[in-house]
């Protein structure tokens, strides 16, 4: 069976994402926080498959709350600093 994957903001978790407006360029932006990218294939073909291409991951729809709580610890730890 296979796993439903969603794509999650890495900067705030929501999963309200889709694609961005505006320019010649096509990207991806997160609806809740605005965080976005733009498509590197479409500035240079040879970008694609330089590291850090991912900027909205795709999970597990199940492991969505865990994903969250974890970034939230984060944050919680980088403000303590």
């Known amino acids: 069976m296979k796993k439903k994957m969603v794509k999650i903001c890495s900067k705030c978790g929501s999963t309200n ?10 990207g991806t932006n997160c609806y809740n ?3 976005g990218s ?3 294939e479409q500035i ?3 970008l694609k498959a330089l590291p850090g291409y991912a900027i909205f991951p795709e999970i597990e729809e199940s492991k969505v709350k865990s994903f969250q709580n974890s970034l939230k610890k984060r ?4 403000e303590n600093r």
Not at 17 to 26: A, M, N, R
């Open 75 to 78: 944050r919680k730890q980088a």
């Open 33 to 35: 926080c605005g965080y």
């Open 17 to 26: 994402i889709g694609p961005g407006v505006g320019g010649d360029i096509p």
């Open 44 to 46: 240079n073909p040879s």
């Open 38 to 40: 733009y498509q590197k």
